[in-house]
Nanobody, 119 residues
C-alpha cells in the first residue's frame, strides 16, 4: 500500500518561506504524476503544483513565481518550496501520488500538513 507522508508545514509570517516534503512509502514504481494540493476551511481543494508528466510541472496561477515543485526520484520524495508566502496561502497541504507509473489518476493521498501564514 502506497502511503504519502507530508512534513514541513508550520506557522510563518507573510513573506517568509517553507519547504514541504512528501515521502511515499510502499511504492514500487516511479510515478510520472504526483503533486501538491491544498484546501482552506470553507473552500474547495485546489491543485497547487503537479507533475502530469515526467518533466515539466504545472502551477496554479496564484503561486507561479513563488512556489517550486521538485522531486527526488531515487527517494520517491516530492518537495514544494514556498517563498514569499501570503496569508491566502494558509491551508492544509496534501501530497498525491498516482497509482501506477504511467497513470495520472492520483489515488494515494497523504494526511496533510498545515501551513498558516499570518502576522
Amino acid at each position: 500500500q502506497v502511503q504519502p507522508v507530508e512534513s514541513g508545514g508550520g506557522s510563518v509570517q507573510p513573506g517568509e518561506s517553507l519547504r514541504l516534503s512528501c515521502a511515499a512509502s510502499g511504492i514500487t514504481y516511479r510515478p510520472y504524476c504526483m503533486g501538491w494540493f491544498r484546501q482552506a476551511p470553507g473552500k474547495e481543494r485546489e491543485g497547487v503544483a503537479t507533475y502530469y508528466s515526467a518533466s515539466r510541472p504545472t502551477y496554479a496561477d496564484s503561486v507561479k513565481g513563488r512556489f517550486t515543485i521538485s522531486r527526488d526520484n531515487a527517494q520517491n520524495t516530492l518537495y514544494l518550496q514556498m517563498n514569499s508566502l501570503k496569508p491566502e496561502d494558509s491551508a492544509m497541504y496534501y501530497c498525491a501520488v498516482a497509482s501506477s507509473r504511467y497513470s495520472c489518476q492520483l489515488d494515494y493521498w497523504g494526511q496533510g500538513t498545515q501551513v498558516t501564514v499570518s502576522s
